[in-house]
């Protein structure tokens, strides 16, 4: 029996020790660490790494839920996984034990809130784009794409794959140009 530590932050800027030396502390052998979001499960190597190693009577252990997981479905399928493979799941912050019936209670609870979190910062945050892009102060993205030159090289003769290539754009993009889109 193993307990496995899984450390996440979602920004390249921010840092792991904390989480790290707790899961230590609290007994982890190992601790897989990753700097990725947590709204997806996709392109996280490290959980998937630690997914595929954990036997039956390991355990995974996190300082929070909410590292693990921002989504109640993607928590709900990790942890549908982790019991396919007799593995618990437990948090050194929160009183998460799944090999309880009231820490596989709490644990929906929490992930229930730490997806309502995820959606209000981007009720937020849009609020704030709306704001800004009503007072004329957010304009958005500057475009990547000269339209005038891919018209141009067009009326020249240069087909889509040739305009992308020389202006290093894709060529849906020209065809978008070029459609009037």
Do not use: W
């Amino acid at each position: 029996m193993t307990i496995y530590g899984y450390a996440r932050v979602s920004t390249n800027e921010q840092d792991l020790t904390i989480q790290r030396e707790a899961l230590l502390k609290a007994g982890c052998e190992l601790v897989r660490e990753e700097k990725r979001s947590g709204t997806t499960v996709e392109g996280r190597e490290e959980l998937d790494t630690l997914m595929a190693f954990m036997r039956a009577g390991d355990t995974l252990m996190v300082t929070r839920i909410d590292r693990l997981a921002r989504s109640i479905g993607d928590l709900q399928d990790i942890v549908r996984k982790l019991k396919a493979k007799g593995v618990a799941l437990k948090a050194t912050e929160q009183p998460i034990d799944t090999t309880s019936a009231a820490g596989k209670a709490f644990l929906d609870m929490l992930g229930v809130f730490a997806e309502f979190e995820t959606n209000l910062r981007k009720e937020r945050q849009m609020e704030g784009i709306a704001k800004a892009k009503a007072a004329g102060v957010y304009t958005g993205r500057k475009p990547s794409i000269d339209v005038a030159q891919v018209r141009a090289m067009h009326r020249q003769g240069h087909g889509a794959t040739a305009i992308a290539k020389t202006l290093g754009i894709g060529r849906a993009s020209v065809y978008r140009v070029l459609e009037g889109r």
